[in-house]
């Protein structure tokens, strides 16, 4: 069974700190797919990174940068120099690579991040 | 870029009541929307797979007759909550698969949510 897990319900820096947010997963698939979301106070998912399974290459977006690390089923999110325009909810998700299962993602419970001026 | 519409954006209804929530891909085709729920502070559960032209697929758990799902054509899906009570209540949220963009994985764009309120 696939399962996504964020151990770290509700985070709170302030501004300017740098914050790791942390996903573990499970699987029993060698080709899969992992991704986070930012949902802020509106609601609206937004997209933020996709993995492949066979790119275990470390990314960096601007502030935002992710270590997948297949030995240790882990791919954590982290936030340099953190805004009060982070502060959202965040979502680590698994899906499948074959359709079997049309590609349904499976979200960990997410963690609040609370970035304070 | 792909963007997904949910209508409407937030509704409140009476115990009793029936209310359909549309969810639509405005510049693709998606064979393949997805229904998720998600209850305050809570992270979201995958109700139903609903493919173009056939029945939806639900998750374990979910009622069929009661969360009705219906996908019409490739742009458009309907989930409708029926006799909704209080605890219907949620903020559901759509996505849709896009087949023809070509990439090897085919991406899921999420609508921006419904909030549903049962009084």
């Known amino acids: 069974a696939q399962k996504v897990t964020q151990a770290q319900t509700e985070i709170s820096v302030v501004e300017k700190e740098d914050v790791t947010l942390d996903c573990v997963y499970e699987t029993r698939d060698t080709t899969y797919y992992l991704f986070w979301y930012k949902q802020p106070p509106s609601g609206e998912l937004v997209f933020l990174i996709r993995r492949n399974s066979f790119d275990e290459q470390n990314e960096i977006s601007g502030r935002y940068s992710w270590n997948f690390q297949k030995s240790t089923s882990s791919f954590n999110f982290t936030i340099t120099a953190s805004q009060v325009v982070d502060s959202a909810v965040y979502f680590c998700?698994?899906?499948?690579?074959?359709?079997?299962?049309?590609?349904?993602?499976?979200f960990g419970s997410g963690t609040r991040l609370l970035v304070r001026p | 870029g792909a963007v997904v519409s949910q209508h409407p954006s937030w509704v409140i209804c009476k115990s009793g009541t029936s209310v359909k929530i549309e969810c639509r891909s405005l510049d693709f085709q998606a064979t393949t929307m997805f229904w998720y729920r998600q209850f305050p502070k809570q992270s979201l559960m995958l109700m139903a797979t609903?493919?173009?032209?056939?029945?939806?697929?639900?998750e374990q758990g979910v009622e069929k007759d009661k969360f009705l799902i219906n996908h019409a054509s490739l742009t458009l899906s309907t989930l409708t909550v029926t006799s909704a009570h209080p605890e219907d209540s949620s903020f559901y949220i759509c996505s849709a698969r896009d087949w023809t963009s070509g990439s090897s994985y085919n991406e899921q764009f999420f609508g921006p949510g419904t909030r549903l309120t049962v009084l």
């Open positions: 998700a698994l899906s499948e690579a074959y359709g079997g299962s049309s590609y349904k993602l499976i």
């Open positions: 609903s493919n173009e032209g056939s029945k939806a697929t639900y």
